[in-house]
């Protein structure tokens, strides 16, 4: 009993940073765009997240308003980097694949050189504190799984709620889905489409640099080269595999953060099995839903990846 | 600039606008008066959806002005334009597919907007006023993707009156509908003029003589005449848009129809969004005989095209070419078979726009003989092929080592024609194959078309325009929601008759 | 507009791409408290001060180039290849595979054959997102990176049981290697005091059957055709779907050539972290190198510099060897940027009447 608790209770903790992350990807892939780069602005955000509290306390317990800020800190690269792409591939209207890969590479670099020259080593930090819900956390068996998180756990899981009412019954969001569909539609109806690209970047961005954070706050509570080892990529397959919708996106981050624990218990439970073939689960089965799920193609955005340009005339 | 004055005058002045090596728009004047409709006639590439364009605010003008009501305007943008009282229809409809007609155009109606929630319901509710207002009947619930054309070209001209409209841009409104909805569409715009300015575009002189007060006539992108309309006929008019005495080939000759070259038998196919695009279709064609497919479009051309050519799955019935099987035969194996075929999109399924105009020619003989040397491409072989090409065909080019893709639309319909034709196919499949260009390019292309039907080449033509299938065909088949309702002899047919088979009576 | 004009515009677009690049390293640089301008000289020119340094840059391009060529001919049909890494990972697993199981057969058998292992290991790892693409249309950007993943588990799996260095395991350290390999199997080091090899020969023959292949065969002309235009290609009766996978094959074939002469060149053995970032780094060469074996040689060169450089920085001025990761993804998206307002021509057009007018005003 006590495992299925355990890993339940980890799956939940563990698939924040990619349901962080896929939900801000899948604003951006409404409104037209596909950011590969998102692993790097995790990166970037991780090394932020820890930065804020580790300046403060090097190690030690610091209050938790700094660990407040480093998220703030890091949600606010994430946005400056999901600008910076947006200015690449909106305004110069770059290809969006070999982009997003230019942008993974500058955030993993960045934000290995900025750790190793401000922290350094293996340093560690203790991180957000659990925050268990009153009452409810006492549930037996539902209480320890789903109301013993910390806070950030909480509030990525109420994101799932709140995005898809931005999404679908805000006018921003109706703004947002009519330019990743029909740029030209929106175009001629007063709709600036940059302007719009440009914001659900820099919200994608933003998500994704929190998304960042949590994995070094909340869950490794370090930086190191490989805190990130894909997610990004992970997150960016989840919003196909989601449909584009944030109910869908939720489940899929749960699916692949359960196969993620699935390494945690053989260490922590000293199973024989090759460590590295439970470490490849994860990525085995994104290959697989992909080469799966076919429907997904046709449900997409239909201006996904494609530059939006006035002056073409067709 | 209230939204609820009626427009009395609208002008634009002196406008000139350039884009990369082309004035598209050259010093043009035109004028609009009170309830006055006005025809923007010209040949394509003249410059009429630019000029319109930037009266909406999409284009900003390079020099002139733009006055309403006497008052000087600055568009930097669409909105700018309708709030000022503009609308437009644009050629293509600017419409999200999945989406309700009430989301699409809530898009625009910034009323119903606050911070934190969309207010659809009083959206739908200036719908349902404008459509009983002016008599459009439209459905506010319907997603667009399930609406026909005629029925979101409703939803277009609902969406600008919602908006405020006070003064109507129509762009080529009548290209995709039958001849009865046309009829409809100008006896609804005449109703409107009690109430609204129209500025339409077109080149379908019959329109313009019917429903326009004045015309103007554009040029490579200069106002060539000014003048209304019921003192000018249609010939007249035809002979100022092109500046010379075009006339199109017509093919006169009795049928010399020879053996069977295509039959398709029962066939079903597919379409992009797994609709059923073809149903239980037959049709043959004969050698030394065009056969024009008459339609609106989107009634199942475009799979019929790509079925014939290997390009989409038959998922019932049989393609037989000269007698052999070629269903579900992949592409290369029907052009081996001697298939040839003009495609709809000329830039990005004719051509490999960024190859040079030779690498084009040879696009379907890659591995042939004559362009091979061993296992190395022949380029001299490869180039006099294409010196040879550019002289026999007149395409005008600065060398054939430019790219293909920067050629004008005639020019690269020339370099398509070329290299099908001189494949020697046993058949070609043409598929809107003067859309878009001028006429000069059309009549070169219409002549190249009936030579080779003298010769013996069997012809399927596809095309929306009605003049240019009764000129050309021997015997004309219409298709209406993928099935050929009837297959007429030229003599037989009328545009009335077919207009009544493409709506499906 | 003039010729003359055309060539000044370019060039001042490219200088300030140039500038643009360093300034973005440079907002890094700062960050840290680094002396900019002189860690880009460090990067750049303390490579070449002497004959073993520049054998080092040497050796670096051979890898670079080599992956850099399957990546250009799979750009050019169309195709991303990201998976570089993996396909290398796999290519290096099957070269020490054979070599350990035939240590004893003589070179002139063994090494043509382990390098034709490399290739068959890195060819089967880019078949799996070639296929996955051209049956299910599943995107090769998301695939391949998966496929480094898993090929760096199964990496390293590899080291740390079937193939680990008996030694290892006698002296209990566990580092996860393989052990030496035979002679038989190490190309020639022809420069005496350095580590250069005759791999490089096999790097400018590969450039050389790669450009007569992609621009003077049918077979190239056809992939090409496919890369630039899929659905004219589709029309003219190409298999598309036969040369994306083609493509890939070759792709993943070159990078596990690079990882097989590498192993026979420099290493010996096949270690942890061998793959050393190549992969990734051969996509900015391929990019930077017009996508073109003539650009791609002396880009992968460019490349080599900047990876020696990068390892000197630490010590030179304190800037970690991260720093090159960062330089190679802001050269990317300089570069693709750059692409977009070169062939902007209605940019150029109005410019060139801005400062016409002015001019004759």
């Excluded at chain 2, 554009?218 to 010939?235: I, K, M, P």
């Amino acid at each position: 009993m006590n495992i299925i608790v355990t890993v339940l209770s980890l799956a939940i903790s563990s698939s924040v940073a990619l349901l962080l992350a896929s939900i801000g990807e899948m604003i951006n892939q409404r409104a037209g765009i596909f950011n590969l780069g998102c692993e790097g602005i995790m990166s970037m955000g991780a090394f932020l997240g820890m930065l804020v509290p580790y300046a403060v306390g090097h190690g030690g317990d610091t209050p938790e308003i700094f660990n407040f800020l480093g998220l703030l800190a890091a949600m606010a690269m994430g946005a400056l980097l999901g600008l910076f792409f947006a200015l690449i591939v909106v305004t110069f209207r770059a290809p969006q694949g070999i982009a997003g890969i230019g942008l993974q590479m500058f955030g993993v670099g960045a934000a290995g050189t900025l750790f190793r020259h401000f922290v350094g080593g293996t340093q560690s930090v203790p991180g957000i504190t659990t925050a268990p819900v009153p009452l409810l956390s006492r549930i037996p068996f539902a209480g320890q799984i789903f109301f013993s998180q910390n806070a950030l756990v909480y509030l990525a899981f109420l994101l799932v709620p709140l995005s898809w009412y931005i999404l679908f019954k805000t006018p921003w969001g109706l703004e947002v889905r009519a330019v990743g569909t029909h740029p030209r539609a929106a175009d001629s109806i007063g709709i600036n489409v940059t302007r719009i690209r440009y914001q659900s970047l820099a919200v994608g961005g933003a998500l994704a640099g929190l998304a960042g954070a949590y994995l070094s706050l909340c869950q490794a509570k370090m930086f190191s080269d490989s805190i990130v080892s894909g997610r990004g990529f992970i997150a960016v397959a989840l919003v196909y595999f989601g449909h584009w919708q944030p109910v869908k996106i939720m489940w899929g981050a749960l699916l692949f953060s359960l196969a993620q624990t699935f390494q945690t218990i053989i260490q922590s439970y000293g199973i024989n099995f090759p460590y590295e073939f439970a470490v490849m689960l994860p990525y085995v089965l994104v290959i697989v839903v992909l080469a799966f799920d076919r429907e997904s193609q046709r449900l997409g955005p239909t201006a996904l990846g494609v530059p939006f340009d006035r002056e073409i005339r067709t | 600039m209230d939204r609820n004055t009626r427009i009395t005058s609208l002008r634009m002045e002196h406008i000139t606008k350039r884009f990369p090596g082309v004035l598209a728009s050259d010093d043009i004047s035109l004028s609009v008066g009170d309830g006055e409709v006005l025809a923007l006639v010209g040949e394509n590439g003249a410059g009429k959806t630019t000029l319109m364009n930037i009266l909406m605010g999409l284009y900003q003008q390079d020099e002139g002005k733009i006055f309403i009501n006497g008052q000087e305007m600055r568009f930097h943008s669409p909105n700018d334009a309708f709030a000022a009282g503009l609308g437009m229809v644009h050629q293509q409809y600017m419409l999200v597919p999945n989406m309700t007609v009430t989301e699409n155009i809530a898009l625009g109606y910034k009323k119903a907007w606050t911070a934190w929630k969309l207010n659809l319901q009083m959206v739908r509710e200036r719908i349902i006023e404008i459509s009983e207002t002016y008599g459009l009947a439209v459905d506010p619930d319907a997603y667009v993707w399930q609406l026909s054309v005629g029925e979101q070209q409703r939803v277009e001209l609902v969406k600008t009156l919602c908006l405020g409209a006070r003064f109507l841009i129509l762009d080529e409104p009548t290209s995709a509908l039958t001849p009865q909805e046309t009829d409809e569409l100008i006896v609804l715009l005449k109703r409107m003029t009690n109430d609204l300015s129209i500025i339409f575009i077109s080149h379908k002189l019959q329109e313009v003589s019917e429903l326009s007060d004045r015309v103007t006539i554009l040029r490579h992108g200069a106002v060539v005449f000014n003048g209304n309309t019921n003192e000018h006929s249609s010939a007249e008019i035809a002979a100022l848009m092109t500046g010379r005495e075009i006339i199109m080939p017509e093919n006169t000759d009795t049928s010399c129809a020879a053996q069977k070259a295509l039959e398709i038998g029962h066939v079903n196919a597919l379409s992009d969004r797994g609709y059923l695009a073809l149903n239980d279709l037959n049709l043959t064609v004969h050698g030394g005989e065009i056969v024009g497919l008459a339609g609106v479009s989107g009634n199942g051309q475009r799979e019929l095209a790509e079925v014939i050519n290997g390009l989409r799955r038959v998922e019932k019935g049989t393609i037989t070419f000269f007698g052999n099987d070629i269903t579900n035969k992949t592409p290369k194996v029907i052009i081996k078979a001697g298939m040839g075929y003009i495609p709809e999109e000329r830039n990005t399924e004719g051509i490999v726009p960024p190859f040079s105009i030779k690498e084009n020619f040879i696009l379907k003989d890659a591995d042939a003989k004559q362009f091979t040397k061993g296992i190395f491409q022949d380029k001299t072989a490869i180039a006099e092929n294409a010196a040879k090409l550019r002289t026999e065909f007149d395409i005008r080019c600065p060398s054939t080592d430019v790219a293909a893709g920067t050629l004008s639309g005639g020019n690269i319909q020339k370099v398509i024609l070329a290299r099908e034709i001189t494949r020697r196919p046993k058949f070609l499949v043409a598929v809107y194959p003067i859309r878009g260009l001028d006429l000069g390019a059309a009549q070169f292309i219409h002549e190249q078309l009936l030579a080779k039907r003298k010769e013996g080449l069997g012809i399927l033509l596809i095309s929306e325009e009605l003049d240019e299938i009764l000129a050309l065909s021997d015997r004309i088949a219409v298709i209406f929601k993928g099935h050929i309702q009837q297959v007429l002899q030229r003599s037989e047919a009328d545009s009335r008759k077919l207009g009544m088979l493409m709506a499906g009576v | 507009m003039t010729n003359q004009f055309k060539f000044l515009y370019k060039t001042c677009i490219v200088l300030l791409a140039v500038l643009a690049t360093m300034a973005m390293g440079a907002v890094i640089l700062l960050a840290i408290g680094a002396p900019v301008l002189k860690t880009y000289a460090v990067i750049v020119f303390d490579p070449l001060k002497n004959i073993g340094l520049i054998s080092e840059v040497l050796i670096r391009t051979i890898p670079l180039t080599i992956i850099a060529l399957g990546i250009a001919v799979a750009y050019r049909s169309g195709i991303i290849n990201i998976g570089a890494e993996g396909q290398m990972a796999m290519g290096i697993l099957a070269t020490t595979a054979v070599a350990l199981a035939l240590p004893d057969l003589p070179k002139p058998l063994l090494l043509p054959l382990v390098l034709i292992a490399g290739i068959a290991g890195g060819a089967l790892w880019g078949a799996i997102p070639g296929l996955l693409k051209a049956k299910l249309q599943v995107s090769e950007l998301l695939s391949t990176v998966m496929l480094n993943y898993i090929a760096e588990q199964f990496y390293t799996f590899c080291l740390r049981k079937p193939f680990l260095d008996p030694a290892e395991m006698t002296t209990g350290s566990g580092t996860p290697q393989s052990m030496r390999l035979t002679k038989n199997i190490w190309l020639t080091r022809f420069v005496s005091g350095t580590r250069l090899h005759t791999g490089i020969f096999i790097a400018i023959g590969f450039a050389i059957v790669i450009y007569l292949l992609l621009w003077k065969t049918p077979f190239g002309y056809k992939m090409r055709a496919a890369g630039s235009c899929e659905r004219a290609a589709r029309y003219g009766g190409i298999n598309v779907a036969k040369y994306l996978v083609i493509a890939m094959v070759l792709s993943g074939g070159f990078a596990g050539l690079a990882g097989a002469v590498e192993i026979c060149g420099v290493h010996h053995r096949a270690i942890q972290g061998i793959t050393g970032g190549y992969g990734f780094s051969a996509i900015v060469v391929a990019l930077f190198g017009g996508l073109h074996p003539a650009g791609i040689i002396p880009a992968a060169f460019f490349f080599g510099l900047l990876l020696v450089g990068g390892n000197m920085t630490q010590n030179a001025v304190g800037v970690p060897a991260n720093m090159v990761q960062v330089l190679q993804g802001v050269i990317i998206l300089v570069i693709v940027a750059t692409q977009m307002i070169l062939s902007n021509t209605y940019l150029m057009e109005r410019i060139w009447r801005k400062t016409h007018k002015e001019a004759s005003s």
